[in-house]
């Protein structure tokens, strides 16, 4: 998908500059990684995927609060951020990545999360978090 056609489908909308909710996106997210790390503890990877995706989820809408852009699709806040942050577009896909993951967890009916994967996508959500957090 292209960013045009996220804006001409109303999936994406400009709006105002939201400082305040990038600061509250900011905070959420730091939440839901605490909350994927008791999840790794207790062998809930399953959650972990879940809460990991949800975090990059919050952090990059935090970008696009700053920008005074509204998302209305998941799937157009990559899109989004490889065109308006090219320096991100490893972190872009790497939220497109854990996006369609989080997908296949919650909907497919035969997958099982390990803990390996599990601690690796709370690497890419703190890595990701830390990465946004610079240019917030």
Known sequence: MKL????????????KPD???????????RKNIYDAVKNL????????????YTSMFHTARALLFKDGVKERSHLCIPVYLK???????K???TLDAY?????????AIEITIDKYEAEEAIEAAEEFVDKIDEIL
């Not at 062998?43 to 879940?50: D, L, M, Q, R, S």
């Not at 996006?99 to 909907?107: D, Q």
């Open 19 to 29: 400082p305040e909710n990038a600061k509250r996106s900011i905070i959420q997210d």
């Open 99 to 107: 996006r369609m993951f989080r997908h296949r967890t919650i909907y």
């Open 83 to 89: 065109l308006k942050y090219p320096d991100l577009i």
């Open 4 to 15: 045009q056609d996220c804006y001409s489908q109303g999936l994406l909308k400009k709006t």
């Open 41 to 52: 503890e207790i062998e809930c990877y399953n959650v972990v995927i879940i809460l990991c």
């Open 91 to 93: 972190f872009a896909n």
